[in-house]
């Protein structure tokens, strides 16, 4: 009962979509203005219907109903409960679910909180939500239904891919996916504002939180993906230049430039035109990625074949969404009035050559990405990895770094550079002292890494140079939140190049009771022995390390594992951090002779990547906290905000009229 | 700075600095990109010893040998059209066997072995490597292969 009722409700928010559009563009228009008021609800109530319909799918989930497909196909019913759950958007089908519903909610939302836009645009931008959402409704309903029943219904699931149960993936793909499908509201103010040729510092400042919002989760969504690929793979590496994780830093890299440049566009009223264009193809990365990832077009070009529709069907929608945006930006680029001026040399010139520069790692990625699909298309097989991503991207990497150090400190407007070369003097010192001690105490790392440490260093001084001569506690909260983040960009920096520059590994095969050294570490295999969890068995390892002369021993307990439902073999790594960094284990197999293949890897300072990307992440909370209390508290002088005033009286006679 | 002429300013940087990013990918992508080979093509064409590539193909019944050190295996990868014997250190994968489908990522050394830095099975139930999906259909029925079907 439960799957028939909520897929009733899902055809029920698809039709309140087509409702949402139709009487969207119907109210733009200069005899339908009396149904402005209507769409609003709309949007309400139909992201309310999604997320019951999503809802209901993690109840089935729950209650491991074999008769409905999916569940069938992806859960078990000794499966932990958390892995229950995450197992209902672990799959194709309930993953597009989720990405409606994020989209829903956020129209949602935005219907409900953002009261400052002109509502035209407003109803524009919730008309631009619902037709995008309406393809993925579409692609749901006909051709991968998560509800669909299964007869005669088996005795027992197929299980949940054992890599994904883990603790990572309860949180990953959901906070990814929020990040990803959040971008389509940014994309559908673009959208919205473009139609109604509103694009101003109105529309930025409407807009600015939403783009936040989503980029936070796109950082944390990828931080924890990189952890959860470092101690889940056991391959001891935390980035692999992998589609997928391409996949998703493409959408970041587009957002990341959009938040600066929306920033630029609601402060100075500069830069209408590029940020209309960042958003239009943030989002499109965000479908780029999803196509990539969801078509299987990524495992094999000739997946693509063996499952036609589902791949034809994002790339239509692709097609559809981003030649539609691209069209009408070309259509009113011309209509996009002047924004304030500006001279190169300035906060606004170095935002937008970070802009440039971001964007330049994006075609980067993308291409390295596309680049095996389009030889495969000639008959040629290739694979592109970090001989060609870690360089390349490192072109434009570092001069942006050298950029985000100086365009805090710059003015608006003009900067005479005097000032700025001061400050600056600081973190090249501090950069020019890394290079040195580096270069004679270090010795060979590499010129990556190296350069890696060295502006990490420089980097790290230089983001806090904006709170120089500030009075800290007067400090608004997202000056505080710009200063953590770009500290959080050098803290992972420092992590990345730290792990590629001093990583230290052995890979020995061991007898019990043998001991080995891997860095300043000395461990000891004791013993192997079987053990057993819900639904896997393992071989587990008994290691005991000791760091350089200390006598303080620690247990470490790699296990080989192996599931039950679907028979998987994974291993599960053993991972002791100390605060100079992470020793990681990995057990291997048993050779004829008894010994037991050990992997041992020592990674100075390697948790600073993640937590740099927490920093990141932080930074934006900050800075999104801090503007969304002060636009709230402002909302109590009227006088500040004229545009909210002629919107007040509208209600009343716009809600009879729409009743009547 | 007049209005237009910034705006040109602009437009221009952005434009340099994407045209820049593409031609630097593009070359590079010819450099770095890694190629896919079988024993066949390597018998047939050769490789440059030392040159990044991708070899595919069977593991050979009965040619898997495990040194002493514990961790390095030798074996022999082949496809019907040629034999080239293999190297590896490590840990390998779970669904690393005799009469499977592999792909390992190395390079060919002056003596003719192949070595590898990593080898990519069947991680789990739905990935397969992409150039291994082309082999299963026809070269792993002629070898007597048993590659599951994903």
Partial sequence: ?660 | MKAKHQRLVLICIALVGLVAAGLIAAYALRDQASYFYTPGDIAEKGVEPGQAIRLGGMVQKGSVRKQADGVTIDFIVEDGKGTVPVRFTGITPDLFVEGSGVVAEGRMDKAGFFVADNLLAKHDENYVPREMRDMTKADVKKLGGTVQQP
């Fill in chain 1, 1 to 660: 009962m439960i799957a028939e009722i909520a897929l009733a409700i899902l055809w029920l928010a698809a039709a309140l979509a087509v409702l949402q559009l139709g009487l969207g563009s119907y109210a733009l228009t200069a005899r339908g203005a009396e149904f402005l008021r209507a769409v609003r609800p709309i949007a309400v109530v139909q992201g309310l219907l999604v997320a019951t319909a999503f809802a209901l799918l993690i109840v089935l989930f729950l209650r491991t109903d074999l008769s409905v497909k999916l569940v069938a196909a992806n859960s078990h019913s000794l499966k932990p409960l958390i892995y229950k759950i995450a197992g209902a958007w672990g799959n194709h089908e309930g993953s597009m679910l989720l990405w409606v519903t994020v989209m829903g909610l956020a129209g949602g939302f935005v219907a409900l909180l953002e009261r400052r836009l002109n509502e035209r645009t407003m109803v524009a931008t919730l008309a631009g939500q619902a037709f995008v959402s309406l393809g993925f409704y579409a692609f749901m309903l006909f051709s991968s239904n998560p509800f669909e029943r299964l007869n005669p219904a088996p005795v027992e699931g197929n299980g949940l891919n054992p890599l994904l149960q883990d603790p990572g993936l309860a949180f990953h793909p959901p906070t990814l996916y929020i990040g990803y499908v959040g971008l389509s509201i940014a994309f559908s103010f673009a959208v919205g504002a473009l139609i109604t040729r509103d694009v101003g510092p109105a529309f930025a400042r409407a807009m600015r939180p939403w783009v936040m919002g989503a980029w936070i989760f796109l950082t944390l969504g990828i931080t924890a993906g990189s952890w959860w690929a470092y101690y889940e793979l056991g391959w001891g590496g935390w980035w692999f230049w992998d589609p997928v994780e391409n996949a998703s830093l493409m959408p970041w890299l587009a957002a990341t430039a959009l938040l600066h440049s929306v920033s630029v566009l609601a402060t100075r009223g500069a830069l209408k035109a590029w940020t209309v264009m960042l958003a239009v193809v943030a989002f499109s990365m965000s479908m780029v990625g999803t196509f990539l990832v969801r078509s299987g077009i990524l495992t094999s070009v000739h997946a693509f074949a063996v499952d036609p529709e589902r791949g034809s069907f994002i790339l239509t929608l692709l097609a559809i969404y981003i030649g539609g945006a691209l069209a009408l930006f070309g259509l009113r680029a011309s209509t996009v009035t002047e924004g304030a001026r500006f001279h190169l040399f300035s906060r606004e010139g170095s935002l937008v050559m970070n802009n440039v520069l971001l964007v330049g790692i994006l075609g980067i990625v993308l291409m390295g990405t596309l680049y095996p699909l389009v030889t495969e298309a000639f008959g040629t097989k290739v694979s592109v990895g970090p001989p060609y991503f870690n360089p390349v991207s490192a072109i434009f990497v570092f001069p942006m770094l050298v950029i985000m150090a100086a365009g805090p400190l710059m003015r608006w407007r003009q900067d005479n550079g005097r000032k700025l070369a001061n400050l600056l003097a600081v973190p090249a010192l501090v950069a020019a002292a890394t290079l040195a001690l580096a270069v004679v105490f270090a010795g060979d790392i590499g010129v990556l890494p190296l350069l890696g440490l060295v502006f990490a260093a420089g980097l790290a001084v230089a983001s806090l140079l904006p709170l120089w001569k500030r009075n800290l506690r007067r400090t608004p909260a997202h000056i505080w939140g710009m200063v953590i983040a770009h500290f959080g960009i050098a803290v992972a920096l420092a992590g990345m190049a730290s792990e590629s520059a001093f990583n230290t590994e052995r890979l020995v095969a061991s007898e019990i009771g043998q001991s080995h050294t891997v860095g300043p570490w000395t461990i000891e295999l004791q013993g192997v022995r079987p053990i057993a969890g819900a639904n896997w068995t393992a071989l587990e390892a008994r290691l005991v390390a000791r760091y350089g002369d200390s006598n303080v021993q620690t247990v470490l307990n790699p296990q080989a594992r192996m599931f039950a439902s679907p028979p998987t073999a994974t291993s599960e790594a053993a991972l002791l951090t100390r605060w100079n960094g992470q020793l990681y284990a990995v057990l291997g197999e048993e050779g004829d002779d008894g010994r037991w293949q050990l992997r041992l890897w020592w990674k100075p300072f390697v948790p600073l990547i993640w937590y740099g990307g927490l920093l990141i992440g932080l930074g934006g909370v900050l800075s999104l906290v801090g503007r969304t209390a002060r636009d709230l508290r402002r909302k109590g002088e009227p006088e500040l905000e004229p545009t909210s005033e002629p919107a007040a009286p509208r209600p009343a006679s716009g809600g009879q009229e729409a009743l009547a």
